[in-house]
């Protein structure tokens, strides 16, 4: 398996879609086999996911993520873990774990790994007009 982290000074990137370098971890039985890294296109949505897809990432762990990448992303069959925040190393060693939904690496403001269900994210504490 073939997973992907932005990286900026060893934690993950806090928002992919401008992220300009990528960890790619290949994984066998929830082992590093190998680990190397690759500079990311321009910001350009179409390229980014074109590269990982052509880099055979089968997930994507990262920060914040635009929804257009992310469903451009998922149409190229890359499950994303997004809202993630650490050091790159501790979150590898989660997400090979199963731990990742921990709060300890869910993003300043996020409510940990649920799916976005409204848009802007977490809904918990605001309050709905009804006009």
Not at 9 to 33: K, M
Not at 64 to 75: G, V
Request: proline share 5%; with cysteine; net charge positive.
């Amino acid at each position: 398996m073939k997973a992907a982290v932005p990286v900026w000074q060893g934690r993950v990137s806090p928002v992919f879609d401008v992220a300009g370098q990528l960890l790619l971890v290949e994984l066998a039985e929830g082992v590093e086999v190998c680990r190397r890294e690759y500079r990311l296109p321009d910001a350009d949505p179409q390229q980014r996911a074109a590269q990982l897809a052509e880099l055979q990432v089968e997930t994507l762990i990262c920060g914040a993520i635009s929804q257009p990448l992310e469903a451009l992303l998922a149409e190229n069959g890359i499950r994303v873990h997004g809202r993630v925040c650490g050091n790159v190393d501790d979150v590898l060693k989660a997400f090979v774990a199963g731990t990742l939904g921990e709060s300890q690496y869910a993003m300043p403001g996020c409510c940990g790994q649920q799916r976005r269900r409204f848009r802007g994210g977490c809904q918990r504490g605001r309050r709905r007009s009804n006009g």
